[in-house]
């Protein structure tokens, strides 16, 4: 190992010692994975040629989701699924509309090595972090090691951890703030729970139920991405898709894994009378196969309840 520009390093005892983190014009200003993943996950170093970074589809301002039906890609390529939100992950066990990760470390490299993404695999993302002065110093700083793919995907994972999200009027109102909601906003939680039957399939303190469900966006038609079948080859997977979190859903628009719908109060009517919107689904639950009868103002409820279930660092002011 020799002395660089990178790194300020001393002979000790015979072996060399680190002395600092700053050499020339490189400083290095994180302290750990977590900061170091955020750094990653707004770079463009990550993507083939320096196009686009994590952040250009998971937007921060909008709970890490995109404002676009279909994000571009590194190469200008449009994408064939809406770009999921990545806060309140940590506690998931399936990542992807397909599910076809089983963890966040799982589930990083795939936007980096797709070809209409990110289009650069893991082997080639290490080898051009290595030969950036500030990377290179950074992964031996917080990992004691050079980068390599372990450590590369642990940092970017480590920071989707920190995303977690529970300031929201929702959390105050069940703390014993009967203030923080709005009369609709409760009367949208009780129709949630009840009469809507949302809570089957959105439960929990994240409401997802971590598991899938065709809720009849397949018809071998229009509608033709079958969704977890992609993955499993199970015939009765068709049309399943992974149930998400409804966490900062209101700043997420627009909905589902086809971004067919542009506002909530469009997704609180389509499961309210799903055959309006889709003919001869195919494979639909049977939960969804009859209108909930919700009134205009019950609908409105709904939608009231959703957006109290944003935190406070994603509520416009």
């Known amino acids: 190992m020799g002395i660089t520009k990178w790194m300020a390093v001393a002979l000790c005892g015979g072996s060399l010692a680190l002395l600092s983190w700053q050499s020339g014009s490189v400083s290095v200003d994180v302290e750990t994975r977590e900061e170091l993943g955020e750094k ?20 921060p301002e909008f709970a890490f989701a995109d404002t676009a039906a279909f994000s571009i890609g590194d190469k200008g390529t449009r994408l064939t699924r809406n770009s999921p939100a990545l806060t309140n992950l940590s506690g998931r066990t399936d990542f992807f509309w397909d599910g076809r990760a089983g963890s966040l470390e799982e589930q990083v490299p795939g936007p980096l090595s797709a070809h209409d993404e990110m289009d650069l695999p893991l082997d080639q993302a290490v080898e051009r972090l290595k030969n950036d002065g500030y990377y290179s110093m950074a992964f031996q700083k ?10 590369l995907v642990a940092a970017i994972a480590a920071f989707e951890r920190t995303l977690e999200t529970t300031n929201t009027p929702y959390d105050r109102y069940l703390d014993g703030d009967e203030s923080a909601m709005s009369a609709a906003a409760v009367r949208g939680r009780m129709l949630f729970i009840g009469k809507a039957n949302c809570a089957t399939c959105h439960s929990g303190e994240d409401f997802t139920a971590d598991r899938f469900k065709s809720i009849g966006l397949f018809n071998g038609k229009e509608l033709n991405d079958p969704g977890r079948f992609k993955i499993t080859g199970d015939s009765a997977h068709i049309g399943l898709f992974k149930i998400p979190g409804l966490r900062n859903v209101a700043v997420t628009a627009p909905y589902m894994h086809n971004a067919m719908f542009k506002t ?12 309006k919107f889709v003919r001869d689904p195919i494979n639909r639950d049977l939960s969804l196969g009859s209108a909930l009868n919700l009134t205009d103002g019950e609908v409105d409820d709904i939608v009231a309840f959703l957006e109290a279930l944003t935190d406070d660092r994603f509520r416009k002011k």
């Open 142 to 151: 917080i990992f004691k090691t050079e980068v390599d793919g372990k450590n």
């Open 40 to 59: 990653l996950f707004s770079d463009p170093i990550l993507s083939r040629s320096r196009a686009i970074s994590c952040a250009s589809c998971h937007i």
């Open 264 to 275: 909530l109060r469009e997704v609180v009517q389509y499961y309210n009378t799903p055959d």
